[in-house]
């Protein structure tokens, strides 16, 4: 994803206030708040955090949390919500030592950088029995086809994976499962207030979540191989 100013992340940070925005994030951060293991002073790192909505979020839930962005722009937004847990670095290069990290979560960070070294990268990074929490985001669903996101930037520059690929790139590191999410799209005739009933109907067909969970339990004792 192309660099941001200031003045753009905070534009971008806006659009969570909207209607479509609001429950889109309330919707992926029950996905993370539902994936996520509760320990006293869990140590969770998110890569990709943006404008440090998340990173606060876990923050104020007692975690010890770190936020990495390779955006400056996004990185000046999110300090007036997460002061002193934050770091600029790219996701496929984070300069923090192995095993650091009881959870390791990403958001919509696998589209626009090279999705498999983004995952090593936080395998690298969590602990031998802790677990990876990937979001990422599915064209091929009622946001994606109502909405053409993919049309527009950013999102017309971004390398979607299927749950087919998810599963397979998250099985290198561990046990890995891919769960849908977020099945109404921002469109008159699918309201938001419908997403508890299309959850229902969601599982009965996963795919078309518009947000696709990957949660990885990276084994008790490291391994050298898992591919």
């Not at 969770?44 to 400056?72: I, K, N, P, Q, Y």
């Not at 990403?106 to 990268?121: C, H, K, P, R």
């Not at 527009?152 to 590191?173: C, E, K, V």
Request: with cysteine; charged share 20%.
């Amino acid at each position: 994803m192309q660099e941001l100013t200031a003045v753009q992340a905070r534009a971008y940070d806006t659009w969570f206030e909207t209607p479509w925005g609001a429950h889109a994030w309330a919707v992926e951060l029950a996905a993370v708040d539902d994936a996520l293991p509760r320990c006293r002073d869990q140590i969770a790192v998110e890569v990709g955090c943006g404008t440090g909505r998340l990173v606060a979020h876990l923050a104020a839930e007692g975690s010890r949390v770190l936020g990495v962005d390779l955006s400056a722009g996004m990185l000046t937004v999110a300090a007036g919500r997460a002061p002193g847990r934050l770091v600029r670095a790219d996701a496929r290069r984070l300069p923090l030592p192995d095993a650091i990290a009881d959870a390791a979560i990403t958001i919509a960070t696998m589209e626009f950088a090279d999705a498999a070294a983004v995952l090593a990268e936080l395998a690298r990074i969590t602990c031998p029995g802790g677990r990876i929490i990937a979001l990422a985001l599915n064209p091929a669903s009622l946001w994606g086809l109502l909405d053409r996101p993919t049309r527009r930037p950013p999102f017309s520059t971004a390398t979607y994976l299927t749950r087919r690929q998810l599963r397979r790139l998250g099985r290198r590191h561990g046990a890995a499962r891919v769960r849908g999410r977020l099945f109404t799209a921002a469109h008159p005739k699918f309201l938001h207030h419908l997403e508890p009933l299309a959850t229902l109907l969601g599982h009965a067909a996963p795919g078309l979540g518009a947000v696709q969970v990957l949660t990885i339990d990276t084994p008790p004792e490291a391994s050298t191989d898992l591919r």
